[in-house]
């Protein structure tokens, strides 16, 4: 009888039936858990967007507000740093990578491009509205986010260009258009500007990615790549405020009672670690793509709910938003990978 029960196994394949049912929830979630942190970062873009925004205008000095959001993120990286052994073993690796030739110097400046990204939001979204800045943004990343993928600039290596991930890039141009729209021709066509200016943030912005991915990839931990960003990026942001003081600006107070509005420096940290981390396992294009879809969801609510003095919810931006979505849709129909 005994033997008969070890034949038939009946334990033993309800506890392997188990395995694998464990096995295939825990594989379905690692294919996920990449994508889920790509719409994430969008919707800890706009809160970002937002809060400097906000921190930009109540010090009237949008220099220092960028160089406290970068600088704080900083001082928190710093601790992480400090705490995890295996953050420090990654920086070690970063620097033997650079010294050996594996990893060129242009390939960790991607701080000094996250420090325009926080610079220009912190401009330009009291003058529009975080929809507004966002799918300036959107375009400039989805179109260049192309390019970056097509010459094999991220840790993915080259990914041709196909005919829905070109229709997706020509369709984020085409949002930023219509966004813009309603804006000329009137008293507020001066705010066109700060949109193209954030579009051409967004170029930078992909590209920032896809060199994050390969420092990630060298190092084997994100959170290292996270810390050279913010070290990079805060030096230039306070070389910038010094330079507006020394030009007759001002030191501005810390009021209390606007806690939320100092938090950028916490959410910077968290969206370049998603980023870095992203984009070495689905490629700067589909990162992108799935970020602009949290971002614009998450912005268009925010300047419903918690408007800018310069947000303005028109048709175009609101048909602006939608298609944005679509791009995000069609580029991500396929991703042929040589």
């Known amino acids: 009888m005994r033997r008969s029960s070890r034949r038939r196994g009946l334990p033993a394949s309800r506890c392997t039936s188990r395995e694998r049912v464990i096995s295939s929830t825990e594989a379905t979630w690692g294919r996920a858990a990449p994508f889920a942190a790509a719409f994430c970062m969008g919707l800890l873009s706009s809160a970002q967007s937002r809060v400097n925004g906000g921190l930009s205008t109540l010090w009237g000095s949008p220099q220092q507000a960028a160089a406290f959001s970068f600088g704080s993120g900083l001082v928190v990286m710093t601790v992480v740093v400090i705490a995890m052994p295996s953050v420090r073993q990654g920086l070690g690796r970063v620097w033997r990578a650079l010294r050996t030739g594996s990893l060129r110097w242009w390939e960790v400046i991607g701080g000094f491009l996250g420090a325009m990204f926080v610079l220009e939001q912190s401009f330009v979204v009291p003058l529009v509205g975080v929809a507004a800045f966002t799918v300036g943004i959107v375009a400039g990343q989805t179109a260049n986010s192309l390019v970056v993928d097509r010459f094999g600039v991220g840790p993915q290596g080259r990914i041709p260009v196909s005919a ?131 971002q614009l969801s998450s912005a268009l609510v925010l300047d419903l709910v918690l408007p800018t003095q310069g947000a303005q919810v028109s048709a175009g931006l609101v048909f602006g938003v939608v298609l944005a979505f679509v791009a995000v849709l069609v580029g991500a129909r396929r991703r042929p990978v040589t």
């Open 164 to 294: 829905s991930r070109l229709s997706a890039a020509g369709l984020a141009v085409v949002a930023v258009l219509a966004a813009v729209a309603s804006r000329w021709g009137g008293d507020d066509e001066t705010s066109i500007l700060p949109i193209l200016a954030a579009f051409g943030v967004g170029v930078l912005i992909a590209f920032q990615q896809a060199i994050n991915g390969r420092v990630t990839v060298e190092s084997g931990q994100p959170l290292a790549a996270t810390w050279i960003n913010f070290a990079l990026g805060t030096i230039l942001l306070v070389a910038i405020f010094i330079g507006s003081l020394l030009l007759g600006g001002e030191v501005a107070p810390f009021p209390g009672g606007h806690f939320l509005l100092y938090t950028g420096g916490l959410i910077g940290p968290i969206f370049i670690a998603l980023a870095a981390w992203a984009v070495t396992r689905i490629g700067v294009l589909i990162t992108s793509l799935l970020a602009i879809a949290g």
